[in-house]
């Protein structure tokens, strides 16, 4: 079980992670389509945004599991399965991004690592906005997290796959850092319910 100031470094974590993503998505975007010697620069910075996402859904998953009033067996069980699936998809997604980027040198062509690390990639992002959707659903029906951010991570499944279209994976990830911004908040302060069901991770 996480320690209440591991959950809150883990919020700051997730907070950087979406705040990174979000800052990121607009420079990768207009630097691929110009064709800029820069862009493999700036996207080698992106692979912190996973690892700021993997510390926050540790977190949240910690401290749900610390307070069974928050959950029942089924659901819980249902949450556990999400949890799983957006966490390997964060993690694939951050191999295949530490592959593109790091596999080559910026600027030159494309080697195999780079085109392998590419695919893995885009296979981790299905996952991440699948595991999204899911578990922005079930947030929503249990009433873990507040409105928006349910809604927020719910969005980020079919927004991705529209936004992937300007940059990958950058693009595919904005309304899951979007997500992540508000809950590393949340998992900062020690709220992740509504301010009428709040749990204090203490």
């Given at each position: ?6 959950i809150?470094?883990s919020?700051?974590?997730a ?13 990768l ?9 820069l862009?493999g620069?700036?996207?080698?910075a ?16 910690a401290?749900?599991?610390k ?9 819980h ?10 966490f390997?998809?964060?993690?694939v997604?951050m ?10 040198s910026p600027?030159e062509d494309?080697?195999q690592?780079q ?6 990639e885009i296979?981790?992002?299905l ?19 507040p ?20 940059h990958?994976p ?6 899951f850092c ?25």
């Amino acid at each position: 079980m996480m320690s209440s100031s591991l959950i809150k470094w883990s919020g700051i974590a997730a907070l950087l992670g979406g705040v990174l993503g979000i800052f990121l998505m607009p420079i990768l975007t207009y630097l691929w389509a110009s064709g800029s010697g820069l862009y493999g620069y700036f996207g080698r910075a992106y692979f912190p945004v996973y690892l700021g996402c993997i510390a926050g859904l540790a977190a949240l998953s910690a401290l749900r599991r610390k307070h069974p009033e928050l959950r029942t067996t089924d659901k819980h069980d249902d949450e556990k399965l999400i949890v799983g699936i957006t966490f390997f998809g964060l993690a694939v997604g951050m191999v295949g991004t530490v592959l593109d980027y790091w596999g080559g040198s910026p600027g030159e062509d494309f080697t195999q690592a780079q085109v392998t690390g590419y695919f893995i990639e885009i296979l981790g992002l299905l996952f991440v906005l699948l595991g999204s959707t899911l578990l922005g659903l079930q947030y929503r029906r249990t009433n873990a997290v507040p409105t928006l951010v349910a809604w927020l991570l719910i969005a980020a499944g079919p927004g991705g796959l529209l936004l992937s279209f300007l940059h990958i994976p950058s693009g595919a990830m904005l309304l899951f850092c979007c997500a992540w911004l508000v809950l590393g908040y949340l998992l900062l302060t020690g709220k992740v319910a509504p301010a009428e069901q709040s749990v204090r991770a203490t």
